[in-house]
């Protein structure tokens, strides 16, 4: 029955064994697994301990006391059972993987110097588990998420490629270290990393994704498409490599296939929530429903909600009324688009963090819109202005600005957040603007503002503690000082002739007030980009300015540069 897992039976089975032969460890023994396996932890500790009072030396039943009682939450006591199980028996094996997993998992509830000691001892478990049987691929999967989980990926890196050389017949070691190349941008490493793992295991999903990564990093996007394809037709539920298939055919300008499998991510997502955590009884898929209120939910960042919230008008012509929630679990008190995209039309009311939701009979993501009500075949609809900022900030703005000089206003942002694990190629450094301070100097009729707030504004002050002072207006202490994100910025710019800047959220903002907007990117920038185009098919009035080569902003600059007289003609 076990076998076969009818778990039910096997228990069945198991309690008649403990009633005929309550003296044997085995029977308690093989009851514990049974309700273990039915997440019965409390009474599953119960017939471990029972094993280990007829069998003290029965090894495995105090392991498997230790994880149910880990499961229970009891986390000192598990911790107490696999320190005397590595104690009786230093060659026990799981009790190594079992221990460091319980350190992992306190260590992330820590803040203080008890963190890092715990990361620390689960490192050592994990390497001895691994060093003891490398040819059990879970051993090596638990040192990986305890590296990852510290943020280690150079050293995951390090520690993975040197195990492989160590086992070249074991494609595990491969296959982590192409994901924690990917991750650490070794692309060229990653790339024959994965493909060593699969010539070793040909099945091996994820290290199809990694080598698929590696390749669009590198310029061979159609090469990418053709792994994840693969990928997703050997594990139709791998939910990374369809997602990441989904990005890429947007990237590629596929935008039909794209969004509908970034749909399709969504509801994979939801699908594993329990219906009654939905905000509304019922995952909406795009059908007229004119008698129901439908929670649109944004779960990504300001960004995000900003680019498809343009679809709420779509949605809103077929069902009565849409609610706007911000992301759920957003504590109360935190920033938020609260005022900005009540502006959207088709928005009827926007929540603000922390806001008991509405009852409502539908609801769904944000991401589903453009799937559910949006492009045409392979374009994507693309409305020129459909946010507006708040009149009163803009007049405030119009004050503390003053009246126009005869000089182009052009305002400038750099930096993104840099949690965001991608945030070192998309922003840049302030000093890449030097050329347009060197261009005012020289009397160049432009004034300078910069909208960067947060990360990054730091940058001003170095630059003038380090060089001359840059000629630039700081606004960010002026910048969005309440809850509402972007209600001063949106009036800033509508006061602004151009935007200059980098992949965040801010050019979301402009392009979404339709204020002409230059954003400078990456070589291989990030999906809704594409990947060549000068144009965003989101953004009319932006234009796109690509690196060359990865990492480095001269030429984008330079063709900023280029264009900007013609620019200052046109605006005059």
């Known amino acids: 029955a076990l076998a076969e897992r009818r778990w039910k039976d096997a228990e069945n089975l198991a309690r008649a064994a403990v009633t005929e032969f309550a003296n044997q460890a085995a029977a308690h023994f093989l009851l514990g697994v049974c309700l273990q396996q039915r997440a019965d932890h409390s009474t599953a500790a119960e017939a471990f301990r029972c094993a280990l009072q007829l069998q003290p030396a029965l090894l495995q039943a105090r392991q498997n006391l230790a994880l149910s009682l880990r499961a229970e939450g009891k986390l000192p006591e598990a911790e107490t059972e696999f320190r005397r199980l590595l104690a009786e028996s230093p060659s026990f094996v799981?009790?190594?993987?079992?221990l460091g997993n319980l350190l992992r998992q306190q260590a992330q509830a820590f803040v203080d110097?008890?963190?890092?000691?715990?990361?620390?001892?689960a490192r050592v478990l994990h390497e001895a588990a691994v060093n003891m049987e490398p040819h059990v691929a879970g051993h090596a999967h638990n040192l990986f998420l305890t590296l990852t989980t510290m943020e280690a990926w150079d050293e995951a890196a390090v520690s993975f490629l040197h195990l492989a050389a160590a086992h070249r017949q074991h494609a595990h070691f491969f296959d982590l270290a192409a994901r924690a190349l990917v991750r650490t941008g070794r692309f060229a490493d990653a790339a024959e990393a994965a493909s060593q793992a699969l010539r070793l295991s040909p099945g091996c999903v994820d290290a199809r994704v990694s080598l698929a990564s590696a390749m669009r990093e590198s310029g061979s996007a159609a090469e990418a498409e053709r792994q994840l394809e693969i990928a997703c037709a050997e594990s139709p539920d791998h939910r990374v490599a369809a997602f990441n298939l989904a990005q890429l055919r947007c990237f590629r300008g596929r935008w039909r296939e794209g969004?509908?499998?970034?749909?399709?991510?969504?509801?994979?997502?939801?699908?594993?929530?329990?219906?009654?955590?939905?905000?509304?009884?019922?995952?909406?898929?795009?059908?007229?429903?004119?008698?129901?209120?439908?929670?649109?939910?944004?779960?990504?960042?300001?960004?995000?909600?900003?680019?498809?919230?343009?679809?709420?008008?779509?949605?809103?012509?077929?069902?009565?009324?849409?609610?706007?929630?911000?992301?759920?679990?957003?504590?109360?008190?935190?920033?938020?688009?609260?005022?900005?995209?009540?502006?959207?039309?088709?928005?009827?009311?926007?929540?603000?963090?922390?806001?008991?939701?509405?009852?409502?009979?539908?609801?769904?993501?944000?991401?589903?819109?453009?799937?559910?009500?949006?492009?045409?075949?392979?374009?994507?609809?693309?409305?020129?202005?459909?946010?507006?900022?708040?009149?009163?900030?803009?007049?405030?703005?119009?004050?503390?600005?003053?009246?126009?000089?005869?000089?182009?206003?052009?305002?400038?942002?750099?930096?993104?957040?840099?949690?965001?694990?991608?945030?070192?190629?998309?922003?840049?450094?302030?000093?890449?603007?030097?050329?347009?301070?060197?261009?005012?100097?020289?009397?160049?009729?432009?004034?300078?503002?910069?909208?960067?707030?947060?990360?990054?504004?730091?940058?001003?002050?170095?630059?003038?503690?380090?060089?001359?002072?840059?000629?630039?207006?700081?606004?960010?202490?002026?910048?969005?000082?309440?809850?509402?994100?972007?209600?001063?910025?949106?009036?800033?710019?509508?006061?602004?002739?151009?935007?200059?800047?980098?992949?965040?959220?801010?050019?979301?903002?402009?392009?979404?007030?339709?204020?002409?907007?230059?954003?400078?990117?990456?070589?291989?920038?990030?999906?809704?980009?594409?990947?060549?185009?000068?144009?965003?098919?989101?953004?009319?009035?932006?234009?796109?300015?690509?690196?060359?080569?990865?990492?480095?902003?001269?030429?984008?600059?330079?063709?900023?540069?280029?264009?900007?007289?013609?620019?200052?003609?046109?605006?005059?």
């Open 94 to 98: 799981l009790a190594y993987a079992g």
């Open 113 to 121: 110097e008890r963190q890092a000691t715990r990361f620390a001892e």
């Open 259 to 572: 969004l509908a499998g970034l749909h399709a991510d969504r509801v994979r997502q939801w699908s594993q929530i329990p219906p009654s955590q939905w905000p509304a009884p019922s995952l909406w898929q795009g059908q007229a429903a004119p008698a129901s209120h439908l929670i649109l939910v944004a779960e990504q960042g300001l960004g995000d909600t900003i680019q498809l919230i343009r679809f709420a008008a779509a949605a809103r012509s077929r069902v009565g009324r849409v609610t706007l929630a911000p992301p759920l679990g957003l504590p109360p008190g935190r920033a938020w688009l609260t005022s900005l995209a009540q502006t959207a039309a088709g928005v009827d009311h926007v929540l603000a963090p922390g806001e008991a939701l509405p009852r409502a009979e539908l609801f769904a993501p944000l991401f589903s819109l453009p799937h559910l009500c949006g492009p045409e075949p392979n374009r994507i609809t693309a409305p020129p202005r459909y946010l507006q900022a708040a009149p009163a900030a803009v007049h405030k703005w119009n004050d503390i600005l003053g009246p126009r000089d005869g000089r182009t206003r052009i305002a400038l942002a750099w930096q993104g957040n840099p949690q965001y694990r991608q945030d070192g190629r998309r922003s840049m450094p302030l000093a890449t603007f030097e050329p347009l301070f060197e261009a005012k100097r020289q009397g160049a009729p432009i004034a300078l503002y910069s909208v960067q707030k947060g990360f990054g504004s730091e940058q001003l002050a170095e630059w003038h503690a380090a060089n001359h002072p840059a000629p630039v207006a700081n606004l960010a202490d002026q910048l969005d000082t309440g809850n509402d994100s972007f209600l001063d910025t949106a009036a800033v710019l509508e006061h602004m002739d151009l935007l200059i800047c980098s992949d965040t959220s801010i050019p979301h903002l402009a392009g979404a007030l339709g204020r002409p907007t230059w954003m400078m990117l990456s070589a291989v920038p990030d999906w809704r980009w594409e990947a060549t185009a000068p144009r965003s098919p989101w953004y009319p009035s932006m234009r796109l300015f690509r690196q060359k080569h990865m990492g480095q902003w001269a030429y984008p600059f330079s063709q900023v540069l280029a264009q900007l007289p013609g620019f200052l003609s046109r605006s005059t």
